[in-house]
């Protein structure tokens, strides 16, 4: 499949932001999505961005694309402990999707 | 709607014995798809039906595994023999139109010894 990285873990102070990074190698990508997973639980979808896109913010979470670097982030605001979990970057065209590896949010109180 | 629904939680078997695992789509939705998950490999996607139909199994790790879907509001997920190293978490998601993303159902847990 398409290759996608992140990072492994970061590590945050509770109230600083986040920014979590994605690289990715398919140009043709249409759809780039953010799922976080807690604990236990599935993926759920956080965001998405259109690749004829470069931003989009929705309440504390802002999506940067950079489609000529092939590169996606995350940036959380006013990071919270619930925040606490891991986020994955998606991405892909139709129905078949690449994730990443997933990068492990930790937010100290 | 509840969601996408997975049975069992977690499963432990035997190396050799059969397993079945089972999905339930959200009603509406025409498309599913079975990932596994592990530390050493992420997220694999195994193997992807629209409308009932498999489109895409070129994630299925051998012929030990299999996957139906007999209607469209239930799938299988069936590994003959099992394995230690199929050990994994399993999830079913299952998605209306591409723009929407996936709805992921809580996974199924599975341990082979």
């Known amino acids: 499949g398409e290759d996608v990285e992140q990072s492994l873990f970061l590590s945050v102070r509770e109230g600083d932001s986040s920014v979590i990074n994605c690289t990715y190698t398919?140009?043709?990508?249409?759809?780039l999505y953010w799922y976080k997973q807690e604990p236990g639980a599935g993926l759920q979808l956080l965001t998405y961005i259109f690749s004829n896109m470069d931003m989009k913010q929705d309440q504390r979470l802002t999506v940067l694309l950079n489609k000529k670097d092939k590169h996606l982030s995350l940036r959380i605001a006013d990071t919270q402990t619930g925040d606490s979990a891991i986020y994955f970057c998606a991405e892909g065209n139709f129905n078949k999707f690449y994730f990443g590896s997933g990068t492990k949010l930790n937010v100290k109180p | 709607d509840a969601g996408v629904i997975q049975s069992p939680r977690h499963e432990v078997t035997e190396m050799g014995q059969e397993v079945t695992l089972r999905c339930k789509p959200i009603s509406g939705h025409n498309s599913l798809f079975w990932y596994r998950q592990t530390m050493m490999r992420g997220l694999e996607l195994l193997i992807y039906?629209?409308?009932?139909?498999?489109?895409?199994d070129s994630g299925m790790p051998e012929d030990r595994f299999s996957a139906k879907m007999p209607n469209a509001s239930f799938s299988t997920l069936k590994i003959q023999p099992s394995e230690p190293r199929d050990s994994a978490v399993y999830f079913c998601a299952s998605s209306l139109q591409a723009i929407y993303g996936y709805t992921f159902g809580s996974g199924t847990r599975l341990t082979v010894v």
């Open positions: 039906f629209n409308n009932n139909v498999p489109i895409d």
């Open positions: 398919d140009s043709s990508s249409t759809y």
